[in-house]
């Protein structure tokens, strides 16, 4: 079973607006963390965000927010005045014991 | 400032034919994980060690995978009689494990596979 869905195979955005990044993930264990990680062309996973099951606030850094709902189950990335170098693929992944599971990823491309 | 490095970075190799990666983690960290991923798709776990100890498998990793991490340092992963099926992007993970799930994985660029 498909336990991380990213509903949005590719988003556009203009430089210097918002965009959210949608994920739903799928668990009955209640101790879990989501992660979500950028990947550019160049094929390299950079850490972005960290959620924890447990957290009672969102996780922000930086320009990167989580929209953590957990009674939805939903883990959106808002990313804030997006910049050209924000054009990558974008994983959520959600770890509840040793593994991580990733979703399929969502092609975000920045228009100047 | 090392990251996680793995070598080699690129592997051309005949189906049948045996291959061998290997991935230096963040020095001090604990945890190495490996992930396979092909194109389109987010990447898939395959094992993780935590020191020298292979803590899980996923059932991705059939028997012509093995992993090693000898020293709890460095590890290997090695295909034995590769496939095309075989060919994918094989990422490495390193962090260190504090408590809960927030330890947060570090990859490296990955080693691309291809098997003709």
């Not at chain 2, 960290?29 to 395959?46: A, C, D, K, S």
């Not at chain 2, 095309?84 to 993970?93: I, K, R, V």
């Not at chain 2, 962090?95 to 330890?103: E, I, Q």
Request: proline share 4%; charged share 20%; with cysteine.
């Amino acid at each position: 079973a498909q336990k991380i869905t990213q509903t949005q195979p590719g988003m556009f955005v203009q430089e210097k607006e918002a965009v959210t990044l949608d994920c739903t993930y799928d668990t009955s264990d209640p101790s879990y963390g989501l992660f979500w990680y950028k990947q550019p062309s160049s094929g390299e996973m950079i850490f972005l965000i960290y959620q924890g099951s447990y957290d009672q606030q969102n996780a922000t850094e930086g320009r990167y927010s989580l929209n953590f709902q957990k009674a939805r189950k939903s883990a959106n990335l808002v990313i804030s005045a997006s910049q050209l170098g924000d054009s990558a693929m974008y994983f959520c992944a959600m770890r509840e014991r040793g593994d991580m599971r990733f979703g399929a990823g969502t092609r975000l491309t920045v228009k100047p | 400032d090392t990251g996680v490095s793995q070598n080699p970075r690129h592997k051309i190799t005949k189906r049948g034919q045996n291959v061998t990666f290997r991935c230096d983690p963040i020095s001090e960290h604990n945890r190495l994980y490996w992930y396979r991923q092909t194109l389109g798709q987010g990447p898939e776990f395959l094992t993780y060690f935590q020191n020298e100890a292979q803590l899980e498998k996923s059932r991705l990793l059939s028997d012509r995978f093995s992993a090693e991490r000898p020293k709890g340092s460095f590890s290997t992963l090695e295909i034995q009689r590769t496939e095309q099926g075989d060919s994918a992007m094989y990422l490495c993970a390193s962090s260190l494990v504090a408590s809960g799930f927030g330890d947060t994985q570090y990859f490296g660029p990955g080693t691309r596979l291809t098997v003709l």
